[in-house]
Nanobody, 117 residues
Framework: VQLQASGGGLVQAGGSLRLSCAAS????????MGWFRQAPGKEREFVAR????????YYADSVKGRFTISRDNAENAVYLQMNSLKPEDTAVYYC???????????WGQGTLVTVSS
């Protein structure tokens, strides 16, 4: 299983970015897909996830209302639309796939998001 994250970059506060995660070796519609992030000097934290069945979504409080996770079954990819970005959103963002909400067994390489004030 391989996950290829892309779409990171430098953006001003208030701006938007869309991250993509292309999956191979696993069908995104059949597993939990999640986004996590790790800011400099901090531990990795959960951002958002989308369920394999029905596509229900769940977000960290810090991004709720600003970020949207979605998937494209035809492309076998997952996306994270990030709006109203804040400097505290600066981090390396990772996509991951798992069998359950608490067990993510494959991770992508990460894509850096930098939000300037």
């Amino acid at each position: 299983v391989q996950l290829q994250a892309s779409g990171g970059g430098l953006v001003q506060a208030g701006g938007s970015l869309r991250l993509s995660c292309a999956a191979s070796g696993r069908t995104v519609s059949s597993y939990v897909m999640g986004w996590f992030r790790q800011a400099p000097g901090k531990e990795r934290e959960f951002v958002a996830r989308i369920a394999w069945r029905g596509g229900s979504t769940y977000y960290a409080d810090s991004v709720k209302g600003r970020f949207t996770i979605s998937r494209d079954n035809a492309e076998n990819a997952v996306y994270l639309q990030m709006n109203s970005l804040k400097p505290e959103d600066t981090a390396v963002y990772y996509c991951a796939t798992g069998i359950t909400y608490s067990l993510y067994d494959y991770w992508g390489q990460g894509t850096l998001v930098t939000v300037s004030s």
